[in-house]
């Protein structure tokens, strides 16, 4: 029995992969309440190898089993589902396709392609075999006037302001659809981007970048910084983080940035400690840290332990070549674009109560490129098709 328990524990462990994989619309607690419960449990248990653990004979043990994992249900109203890339957990690989479209694309005909997406995904990996190796979690994302020709109204306006600082530029590229998938499995996140794109009407697109990209050394930036430590951890807060409650949509930065790998290379950790505010080894704060390193410009204070002016689920991954361009492609999602502008703001001293201090992060990285997206919710997504 107590093998049992220990097998079944495991089993909830995955609750939320499942619940991902499941056409992937929702993630979390809120789509397992979905499932009846020996369809959950058996579903896991085939999907783990242990099929002998749903079988009749079983049955009183399972109820048991169930009983011992399940916790007692609280029934608060959930709000509208989001799409699957939202706020799920990371993957080992990650899709970042940033699309410009021509004035004359048909923009109706984009819509209807990219309310779509899931259906490509379910090509690429049958919702039916994946397992944790291929699944794929994603999300599109449109930029405000393409959005409003679709029809969507978006609750809060998110333009994206080019900013200067001491320390550098954040260009505002803009873009018109741009498509964030997770996966363990690169090379389906190439055929991926591939079908999404050959989905598009022909001649719409006007240029297109897709970014492949990669966990590093456990999830270290190319800097050697561990990144996502104080990022929102637990399915709950991720959500409450990035989701409009009314709508399941997420207001979504992205900015690529280009390393100096050189400079990383032999400036001294202490240094780059105090421009990050953290340890490099270990991601410790430091009890002292500058108004101008990372941490002190993104919570908004320079004391320990700050209290965080405002909170967003950080995505970011590495990317790029040895031989050429490497740094971080940045992507982070919100429940309102406040919260991106006030981290912006405060990377270049700007905006009201700007003080001109500039983020000390930005000597060892460039921004080249960046934009705010809008990823409606599935039911806002559901009107395009
Ligand atoms: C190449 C650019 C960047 C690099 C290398 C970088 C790296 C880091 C590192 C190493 C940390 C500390 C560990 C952690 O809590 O994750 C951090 C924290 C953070 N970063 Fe960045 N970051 C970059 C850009 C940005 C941008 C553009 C934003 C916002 C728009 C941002 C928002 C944050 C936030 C909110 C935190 C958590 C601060 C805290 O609560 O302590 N970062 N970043």
Redesign the pocket.
């Known amino acids: 029995m107590a093998a049992l328990r220990g097998s079944v524990r495991q089993l909830g462990k995955l609750n939320s992969t499942f619940s991902c994989s499941r056409r992937g619309l929702t993630t979390g607690r809120s789509t397992i309440s979905r499932f009846s419960k020996p369809l959950l449990i058996g579903g896991l248990a085939a999907g783990t190898g242990l099929g002998w653990l749903y079988k009749d004979s079983f049955k009183t043990t399972v109820d048991e089993a169930i009983s011992a994992v399940t916790p007692t249900p609280v029934f608060a109203a959930e709000p509208p589902a989001s799409q699957p890339s939202v706020f799920s957990q990371g993957k080992d690989h990650a899709l970042y396709l940033w699309i410009h479209l021509k004035p004359t694309a048909n923009v109706k005909e984009v819509g209807r392609a990219c309310a779509k997406l899931q259906s490509l995904v379910d090509k690429v990996t049958d919702p039916k075999m994946s397992d944790e190796s291929d699944e794929i979690w994603a999300g599109v994302g449109f930029g405000p006037n393409i959005y409003k020709q679709l029809g969507g109204n978006p609750k809060e306006n998110y333009t994206y302001a080019y900013r200067k600082g001491s320390l550098g530029e954040m260009p505002s590229s803009g873009g018109d659809v741009f498509i964030h998938a997770k996966c363990n499995t690169v090379s389906k996140l190439f055929e991926l981007s591939q079908l999404f794109l050959n989905s598009l009407p022909a001649g719409s697109v006007d240029n297109a970048e897709d970014i492949f990209s990669f966990v590093y050394q456990n999830g270290r ?1 190319l ?1 050697g ?7 929102p951890a637990d399915d709950d807060s991720r959500q409450k983080v990035a989701v409009e409650k009314d709508t399941g949509g997420s207001y979504v ?1 992205t ?1 690529k ?1 280009i ?1 100096d790998l050189k400079l990383i290379s032999y400036e001294k950790d202490k240094t780059m400690e105090g421009w ?1 505010g ?1 340890t490099r080894a270990d ?1 410790i ?1 430091l009890k002292k840290k500058s108004n101008s390193s ?2 002190a410009r ?2 908004g204070g320079t004391n320990f332990e700050q209290k ?1 002016a405002f ?2 689920v ?1 995505q ?1 991954m590495p990317f790029g070549n040895v031989t050429g361009e490497a ?2 492609f ?1 992507i ?1 999602y919100t429940a309102s674009p406040e919260n ?1 502008n006030f ?2 703001d405060r ?1 270049v001293g700007a905006g009201s109560g700007g003080d001109g201090v500039s983020d000390d ?1 930005m000597r060892l ?1 460039k921004n080249v490129k960046g934009t705010y997206w809008y990823f409606p919710g599935v039911a806002e997504l559901r009107k395009m098709a």
């Open positions: 930036d800097s910084f561990i990144d996502g430590t104080e990022n930065i900015q940035w390393h990050v953290r991601s704060e990372h941490v993104m919570t965080k909170e967003m950080r970011s740094g971080l940045f982070g991106l981290m912006l990377m992060i990285t």
